[in-house]
Nanobody, 115 residues
Framework: QVQLVESGGGLVQAGGSLRLSCAAS????????MGWYRQAPGKQRELVAR???????NYADSVKGRFTISRDNAKNTLSLQMNSLKPEDTAVYYC?????????WGQGTQVTVSS
């Protein structure tokens, strides 16, 4: 098992930046992949960014060039640097860990971008 705790959400103006962090309760080195998802009110949860154990990343088209995902295996943390934020980025952001075949989720952190 792995527990995930997100931090770093908040209120920011459009064009601003935020950095989300996800702390894992154990080593993340062996996890097949980790990622960030988000869910806006009335919408389905969607993938924002994902990074595999080998370091391969993929991003939703809507965040490419603005968001950067990274993992620090030594500190057991996953991060999401979010730049040039837009009001449509407003959502609850969830940290995810895929320890095949089980998916683990954090409790989420709110990101609100004002126009």
């Amino acid at each position: 098992q792995v527990q995930l705790v997100e931090s770093g959400g908040g209120l920011v103006q459009a064009g601003g930046s935020l950095r989300l962090s996800c702390a894992a309760s154990r080593s993340i080195f062996s996890l097949a992949a980790m990622g960030w998802y988000r869910q806006a009110p009335g919408k389905q949860r969607e993938l924002v960014a994902r990074i595999t154990r080998s370091g391969t990343t993929n991003y939703a088209d809507s965040v490419k060039g603005r968001f950067t995902i990274s993992r620090d295996n030594a500190k057991n943390t996953l991060s999401l640097q979010m730049n040039s934020l837009k009001p449509e980025d407003t959502a609850v952001y969830y940290c995810n860990a895929w320890d095949y075949p089980v998916n683990y989720w954090g409790q989420g952190t709110q990101v609100t971008v004002s126009s």
